[in-house]
């Protein structure tokens, strides 16, 4: 939950800075890795590790997502499912067969 | 009868009406780019040529004879870095302009909501110069489809910076006189316009890396 | 023990508010029973396009080669000289039956017709929780359908690869396919406008104690259906964007490699995969049946329970099985690419989760069924079409079991067969509940009654001339004749034996547009010279009927804030001097 003193948004605006700078930091890691010339797996799956921390940082803070109701946690988890479901199942038409 | 729960909680739910609305819009975004993304592996991953540049565009851009030239590599990654940059930047502004309406100072509003739509601004004057490169060494999206998934996702994205700078344009301008007559609604109305701008940088958070770095 | 029988109060006692401009009360209306009607209107005029659309394919499909009475002259010569339909107009006809039918008929008329006028009204809601937003909606689906219609005039007509629009064929079709998915992406941000506004209304607008377990089964019906409707509908709109770009920017997202047409190579760059737009539209397109049939389902609730004069049986697990449904509808969609070369693991999956999904809707079927034991039921004109809809929807259900089993679909895929399976659900299905909530809730809105008679006249023949069109389908379809076909399937051995049935079901299909006579003649006699009634004609336990008048207040709805009390249907509850106990009554023990 947010606060409503004007001390606590205060402490609320202290941690978006911080979130901001990290937000700047990943992303200047994540080009400078861009150029180690990594194997394909290793350099996707580094990649995706830092969008996803990026995005969590977002979604958690600025979003507030950490401090958000019920209802929107279900509701994100619902659509977390669906969203799985889109991004796996054209792929696993591949799966024991010829298809794509 | 009002419509209630417009500005205050809703009990049971813990939520304001245009709270929960955004998240579902929200949700069916998710659906959206999960789609488009979707797409994406699936047609890099079924043609084993999709990140390749043919040899003959790979002449005409004058990289005949240097081995196997990869597409990202013709995307312009220091545009697309400063642009995440302002993206994310626009994000913490956004969040300030919320804050500072929590703590009843409209004019700091004003001038971190302007910062926002001025990082809008400079993302999509960035991004034209980066298509109008592309262009003019004539990589159309139906040149190839890395390309075509590249125009996509990222004009796709660009309309919703596009929707985003309409909203937060009218927040700032016309629509802050609902300050006065309806402070908390005002407030809330920002606080929902923050949560469709932080899924825009989000998204895009996830664009830079799959389509420029990988 | 005695019912406080509230009676609300007569509208004239609220009729305070300013008068609004004839625009602003009647076209850009925010209020959800304008916007309601409005939708209702414009999906019935859809749905006699779709009709007819269907008609002219009879006709051919009955008489091949003969030309068209009536409008066969005003067709043009680029889609019928003399009167004779050209094999491209009859896949115009087909692609767009399909498209008005399901995306600007009966949707609208399910979820913008009945969700709008009636859920804030049974959830004791003044509004929808976004008026704006509610009428925007609406006008964007109109714009969409405006698309829709313009395209039969474009050159090359509307589009003609089938209302699934596969590519390749859809990439290489003549323009009308441009504006079918322009009309599409209209349709679908109107269909997100409204799903986001039906969730929110339904989940923060309840009364004060209705709780979740406390709303009608139609409320549940169609807040599921908004869920499918937000999550669903993107993939459809990403593939729709994606096709697009196929079409006017060159891409091949969905172009092969080395593609031959009409004996050349096309210019594009290929890998492009055309199973991944089947994947993404069958993605929309299954849950999209479960949106045409839950709503239905929520109607007949409505109409059973009142009419029984008895609680719903199993209402607790008709609301489980409907979420259920509504979840599994997300990840059944491949049954339709069995024949694809899709693997043979992953169809697997997919046959194991369609036979999965067929146990909540026999669930809610069954409770259905099992709520018409010992009621003393009442035989009226709604209650003979939600009667009609269980053992119809039940043919259809049943009939695509041997759909979802990789193994029989190869036999039956795109035949006949599966055309009879789902216009089942969806015609004498889902459109008999559509007519039952037509008769149901006209009071609410005019504060008349339809006539009985007339009712009686359009059901019986729709009733009979419904299965007359389907039944056949069958035979033809194990048959083995496919659909699509422009001449019926006269060039193909296997059909011979089965031709026959083709003009039967032509003449039944011109029976069933006789039999909407009455319904257009009572519906439009009704609204003027209709029976007068009270608020509660039905005797209904429902917010909508028990505790606003009929019509309801035009700004607000209810005279004053109800207060629920208890669960939706309690009909004769022992003990009480009336049958029926209205959701918001105070009971005062005797």
């Known amino acids: ?100 | 009868m009002q419509i209630p729960y417009t500005v205050e909680e809703r009990p049971d739910t813990g939520l304001y009406n245009a709270k929960l609305g955004v998240w579902l819009f929200l949700a069916s975004e998710v659906m959206l780019f999960g789609a488009l993304f979707s797409s994406y592996i699936l047609l890099r991953t079924g043609d084993p040529s999709f990140m390749i540049v043919p040899h003959a565009i790979a002449e005409q851009l004058g990289h005949a004879g240097h081995g196997e030239l990869r597409w990202p590599a013709e995307l312009n990654v220091p545009i697309a870095f400063v642009n995440t940059l302002v993206l994310i930047f626009s994000s913490v502004t956004i969040v300030m302009s919320w804050a500072s309406l929590r703590l009843r100072k409209l004019d700091k509003f004003r001038l971190w909501m302007g910062l926002t739509l001025l990082c809008s601004l400079v993302f999509l004057v960035l991004k034209a110069v980066e298509y109008n490169a592309k262009f003019s060494h004539h990589l159309l999206p139906g040149t190839a489809n890395f390309l075509a998934i590249y125009f996509t996702l990222t004009g796709l994205h660009a309309l919703h910076v596009i929707g985003g700078v309409v909203v937060n344009g009218y927040l700032w301008g016309p629509g802050a006189k609902m300050w006065k007559s309806d402070p908390a609604r005002f407030t809330n109305r920002v606080e929902v316009a923050g949560l469709y701008w932080h899924f825009v940088d989000l998204v895009w958070i996830f664009l830079f890396p799959s389509l420029y770095l990988l | ?590």
Not at chain 3, 102 to 115: E, R, T, W
């Open chain 1, 1 to 100: 939950m947010s606060g409503h003193t004007a001390e606590e948004i205060r402490a609320e605006v202290r941690r978006y800075w911080l979130v901001g700078l990290a937000l700047f930091l990943l992303t200047i890691i994540t080009v400078a890795v861009s150029y180690l010339h990594l194997s394909a797996g290793m350099a996707v799956a580094i990649a995706l590790i830092i969008a996803c921390v990026k995005g969590g940082l977002v979604a958690g803070v600025f979003m507030h997502l950490i401090s958000e109701r019920q209802a929107v946690y279900a509701l994100l988890l619902l659509t977390a499912v669906f969203f799985l479901f889109v991004m796996l199942g054209p792929l696993g038409g591949r799966l024991g067969g010829v298809g794509g």
């Open chain 3, 1 to 590: 023990m005695s019912v406080l029988e509230k009676q609300p109060p007569e509208p004239e006692a609220h009729e305070h508010h300013h008068e609004e401009p004839f625009w602003r009360k009647y076209i850009f209306s925010q209020d959800h029973k304008v916007i309601g009607i409005q939708y209702g209107f414009t999906a019935l005029i859809f749905l006699l396009v779709g009709f007819s659309l269907m008609l002219m394919m009879r006709w051919q499909l009955a008489f091949p080669g003969k030309p068209i009475p009536i409008v066969g002259g005003l067709l043009g010569s680029a889609n019928a000289p003399g009167g004779i339909m050209l094999p491209e107009f009859y896949n115009q006809l087909g692609a767009m039956h399909g498209t008005i039918m399901v995306f600007l008929a009966i949707v609208p008329l399910a979820v913008g017709a009945f969700g709008n006028y009636v859920v804030p009204l049974q959830i004791g809601a003044p509004d929808m929780a976004f008026p704006k937003l509610n009428m925007a909606s609406y006008w964007v689906y109109a714009t969409g359908g405006v698309v829709m219609l313009a395209s039969f005039f474009v050159p090359g007509g509307a589009a003609n690869s089938g209302w699934t629009s596969y590519p390749p064929l859809s990439t290489i079709a003549t323009q009308g396919q441009t504006w079918w998915l322009v009309g599409m992406i209209f349709l679908i941000t109107s269909s997100l406008l409204g799903s986001v506004n039906f969730i929110v209304t339904i989940l923060q607008l309840r009364a004060p104690g209705l709780t979740l377990m406390r709303l009608p089964f139609f409320v549940w019906s169609q807040l599921v259906t908004a869920f499918l409707l937000l999550l669903a509908f993107p993939p459809l709109e990403a593939a729709g964007v994606l096709q697009l770009m196929d079409r006017i920017a060159n891409t091949s997202f969905f172009t092969p490699s080395g593609l031959v047409v009409s004996g050349e190579v096309l210019d594009v760059a290929g890998g492009g995969s055309p199973l991944l737009w089947q994947h993404l539209f069958w993605f929309l397109a299954h849950p999209e049946v479960y949106v045409l049939i839950l709503p239905a389902m929520g109607i007949v609730a409505e109409v059973i329970a009142n009419n029984t004069r008895k609680p719903l049986w199993g209402y607790r697990s008709m609301v489980y099985a409907a979420v259920f449904l509504g979840f599994m509808s997300f990840i059944v969609w491949a049954h339709h690419m069995f024949l694809t070369g899709m693997g043979t693991t992953i169809s697997a999956f997919f046959q194991t989760t369609t036979m999965i999904i067929s146990i909540p809707s026999v669930i809610i079927l069954t409770a259905l069924f099992i709520s018409l034991w010992g009621g003393s039921i009442r035989f009226n004109t709604p209650m003979l079409f939600a009667l009609a809809f269980l053992p119809m929807f039940g043919i259809g259900g049943l009939t695509g079991l041997p759909l979802g089993l990789s193994a029989s679909d190869i036999h039956l895929h795109d035949t006949y067969y599966v055309i009879g399976h789902f216009h089942y659900v969806v015609a004498p299905g889902t459109i008999f509940a559509m007519f039952a909530g037509i008769y149901y809730w006209f009071p609410k809105i005019t504060g008349r009654r339809m006539n009985e008679t007339l009712g009686k006249l359009h059901f019986w023949p729709s009733l009979i001339f419904m299965n007359g069109i389907f039944m056949p389908m069958f035979v033809q379809g194990l048959a083995g004749v496919s659909r699509r076909l422009y001449d019926g399937g006269m060039q193909y051995d296997h059909a011979q034996d089965v031709l026959q049935w083709n003009s039967f079901m032509s003449y039944s299909a011109f029976g069933l547009l006789a039999a909407q006579v009455p319904f257009l003649i009572n519906f439009f006699k009704s609204i003027r010279w209709g029976a007068a009634v009270d608020s509660n004609p039905w005797r209904a336990t429902t917010l909508e009927w028990a505790a606003a008048p009929s019509p309801p207040v035009a700004h607000g709805n209810f005279p004053e804030e109800p207060v629920v009390r208890r669960g939706p249907y309690e009909y004769s509850v022992p003990g009480h001097d009336s049958d029926f106990l209205p959701q918001h009554a105070a009971v005062q023990e005797a």
